[in-house]
């Protein structure tokens, strides 16, 4: 067979194995290092050390943010995702969660009027993606068993063979985890009084913040009163 021939014939499954294995490459997990460890070590050593009160605290705070990126399991920044990670853990009596899918899965999940409750599925959009990806796969898939059966060329038979492997690979990759979230949101959603466990959770969680933002502007009054004063 020419290589003519051959690219004519194959062209889509060489695109597709292109295009896949350089997504393999690009989401392939980076090795570990010791960067937080060396980070903790330093402000270790700077603490120790004669320091001005300003760079004690600027130390122990960025201590406080890598203790933060190091053991929890949902990113902050986002009030909403923060207080829905917060209140389905402490609603978990049954140990449904598993502690690495939390940040995902909050995503299914949204507040409103103080209250959580569970997306429409096709309204996430990870679920919407993943279903097109597998639709997708499932064709080329399809095709290339058609091809493996038919095909009288055993290099497009090789092809088509890789092709698949290749595919079944990555598409594990997304799919998997995505399962796994959905059976967490299915035994979830089972549990009759989980979502009222998550509400109450949310309720207390955002009553404390009230008393937080209160007792916070007490004392900026407080302290502009005292300056106020001074100037005087």
Sequence with gaps: MEFSTLFNDNWLNLIVIFALSIIAFVFKKKPKSNYFENIIKYTDILEKTPQPQYQKDYLNNI?????????????????????IAISLINSDIYNIIDLTQLNSLTQYFAIEKNKIYPLKLFLVK?????????????????SNLNTIFKSPEIISVIIAILTIFIITIIISQFIVPVIKRLNMLRLILKDNDFLNRANHQLAVIIEDDQKINISIAEQVFVQNEQESDNKN
Excluded: D, M, Q, T
């Design 63 to 83: 201590k406080k943010k890598l203790l933060w990126e190091k053991v929890c399991f949902y990113r902050s920044g986002n009030r909403n995702k923060e207080r």
């Design 126 to 142: 990870e679920f919407v993606v993943s279903c097109i990806a597998a639709v997708i796969a499932i064709i080329f898939v399809l």
